[in-house]
């Protein structure tokens, strides 16, 4: 199985007609991920990629007409916290947010905003999930993994395809990778994830990729130490980032208050987890 | 993005925070000029963006207008922490009574905003933190619901805020959490709020960190960015949209996303090298963009080897291949690079690249190792 998303997720693009959107539908439509509409405001009542997907204007119309209840957001950074409240006001149960740059204070708001609904956000900054052989939400590319039973959570997108491929060539496959962002803010953070992976019957151990910035991965050590039988493996990138200095992510910086990568390391050591110096060792150290 | 002490208080000030009489001069003249309108009694205050200014000698009480064009000439001539001083800050001199600490700012693990507020002002609110944790008062704020004063009145209890004040505190602290909304701050903090001898509460020192994210929505905010806090070769880089951060190694790196680039550094840090920088050439960059950032990378002397390491997902190899192999025509390059390009198109990258003298990788523990050794052979 799957953690989150299966072959049945009906997903939701909002922002498909725009550049991105339209070439990660068309990706995602590859993997044959079960994509029953667009979202793109005063363009409804058109079709993209060749008739394919019907797009709407609002995305209450379109869960009204295709019952999605998933949606992806491809939306600018000025208009994503709008896109987050709009798919929780109609009722999407799973929001995935690819978008880079979302404003922290706007975030905050989103976050409070949804302890009042039933709908999870995953993101944003992130790459999004992937259930391998099931379906295919955001930008992971599809062909550098396989079905298996390896759970991945990360911060990071690229350095999650780097241990997914190093995951392949040593033929371990994933059930779920999920990328929750490198944002300070984000929809879901690493417990809630371990949590369901704990109680997936498909997954047997879980690959766990950090880096420097906040204590998540901290707390997440906390929660593996008590509730979690399936073994994990980490990697915590940042081991030579200066502090002070934002290193790309939005999240990504030491502060006064730590955030070190040594620290983050030497507490999931001691929370007896196995953390890999690089990221092609990770798959030796899977049982 | 920080801003200065003088940049804040003019923002403070639009929002009724009280701030001293004060103004900016970049001579020394200009200084004893303000000091002698402002009657003698002045603090002269190196602005750059660094902290612990006043450690360093860059803020000085002048009894005398003389006195202050002495010291403006010493401060303007300074170097804190690696930045040249260019402005001060004249500011009427205070007698204080009593001073504070009062801060607005993002709080990852609770995810809120939170007012912090202690009776330890003038001091860095860390080291109380740590010293004296009981002294510090904490509210986490609704971002929703925004700041209330029944918050407020509760900050200036613990803070020991004598009563007579409390209303005024009230209308500052309102102040300052518009300015935290308004200019999308990370942190918006005065430290010291102090009472002066007339009982009047003022902000003394003034703090403004803004949401990189956030700045679309605040060109005119944006425009406020020192240039001089920044190494050249960043400024250049955020130009093309690349991430560039020197790191002082002498392999440089150019990697395709934040967290891959930190873990490449990592690495070669592992196996006995070091970085020269940290660069990200984002999702999808095209040839263009991998040429300039393989000149800046090159604009480093202190580079003796450098690693590419590309996972192809948006990011196409066979454009990154087409921007080295530019890059490659339009300077000479005797400097070994090592490429590693996996993911989409990695087969056209490849090929592009067969003809030419680069050093390939499959691996990325490969491709380090290779920077690492030719590196060294360099150097020797």
Known sequence: ?287 | MKLHEYQSKQIFARYGIPIPKGRIAGTSSEVKQIAEEFGGSVVVKSQVLVGGRGKAGGIRLAKTADAAQEIATTILGMEIKGLPVRKVLVDEAVSITKEFYIGIVNDRAHQTPVLIGSGAGGMEIEEVAQKNPEKIVRIDIDPLLGLRDYQLRDAAIGMDLPRPLWKNFIEIIQGLWRVYVDCDATLAEINPLVISAENHLVALDAKIILDDNALFRHPDLGDLRDMDAEEPSEIEARKFGLTYIKMGGNIGCMVNGAGLAMATMDILSLFGGKAANFLDIGGGANAEKVTAALKIILSDPKVTSILINIFGGITRCDEVAKGILAAANEMKINIPIVVRLVGTNQEEGKRLLEASNFTSAETLAQAAQLAVDLAREKQL
């Open chain 1, 1 to 287: 199985m799957s953690i989150l998303a299966h072959q049945n997720t009906k997903l939701l693009v909002q922002g498909i007609t725009g550049k991105e959107g339209l070439f990660h539908t068309q990706q995602m439509l590859q993997y044959k991920t079960n994509i029953v509409a667009g979202v793109s405001p005063s363009k409804g009542g058109e079709w993209v990629l060749e008739g394919k997907v019907p797009v709407f204007d609002s995305v209450k119309s379109a869960v009204e007409m295709t019952g999605a209840d998933a949606s992806v957001i491809f939306v600018p950074a000025r208009h994503c916290a709008d896109a987050i409240y709009e798919a929780a006001d109609s009722g999407i149960p799973l929001v995935i947010c690819i978008t880079e740059g979302v404003p922290v204070q706007d975030m905050m708001r989103v976050k409070r905003f949804l302890e009042q609904k039933k709908t999870r956000v995953i993101g944003p900054n992130c790459p999004g999930i992937l259930s391998p052989g099931q379906t295919k939400i955001g930008i992971i590319p599809g062909n550098i993994t396989f079905p298996g039973n390896v759970g991945v959570i990360s911060k990071s997108g690229t350095l999650t395809y780097e241990v997914l491929y190093a995951l392949k060539l040593a033929n371990r496959g994933v059930s779920t990778c999920i990328g929750i962002g490198g944002d300070p803010i984000k929809g879901t953070g690493y417990i809630d994830l371990l949590e369901m992976f704990e109680a997936d019957a498909k997954t047997d151990q879980i690959v766990l990729i950090g880096e420097i910035g906040g204590n998540e991965e901290e707390a997440a050590a906390e929660y593996i130490s008590r509730y979690m039988t399936k073994p994990v493996v980490a990697f915590i990138a940042g081991v030579t980032a200066p502090p002070g200095k934002r290193m790309g992510h939005a999240g990504a910086i030491i502060d006064g208050r730590g955030g070190t990568a040594l620290e983050k390391i030497e507490t999931l050591e001691a929370s007896g987890i196995r953390v890999a110096q690089h990221p092609e060792q990770i798959p030796s150290l899977l049982a």
